[in-house]
């Protein structure tokens, strides 16, 4: 965490910072954390980060979540979480965006629905 936080916050100004599956090297429990220190750099960088989290996920706002997928015809197709039908509302109500991908409310991008 404190290699993120010195990257996010430290001296150099960075135009893009791109950070994958930060999952892999944090504990759960701080990847909402992180997410909060990511949306508070982002009037200073421009940030990309990969997650297959939903505990991640779920210290977003459905309009910061992109959700990338092939299709049948191998091309990559792309959909803000909050395009999706019902997520706004889920959300409104208390629901978490993790959660909600973990239920198969993205529909598309979820790698257990083409079992």
Do not use: K
Not at 62 to 74: F, H, K, S, T
């Amino acid at each position: 965490m404190l290699a993120y936080l010195i990257l996010l916050h430290g001296s150099h100004s960075y135009p893009f910072i791109g950070i994958e599956e930060p999952e892999n090297f944090l504990h759960p429990s701080l990847l909402p954390v992180l997410a909060e220190e990511c949306r508070s750099v982002l009037g200073s960088t421009q940030l990309l980060v990969t997650t297959h989290s939903p505990f991640f996920i779920d210290g977003l706002r459905p309009e910061e979540v992109r959700i990338l997928w092939r299709d049948d015809n191998g091309y990559t197709n792309v959909r803000r979480a909050s395009d999706i039908e019902g997520i706004s509302d889920l959300m409104t109500a208390g629901g978490l965006l993790g959660n909600l991908w973990t239920e198969g409310w993205f529909g598309v991008g979820d790698p257990l629905t083409r079992l």
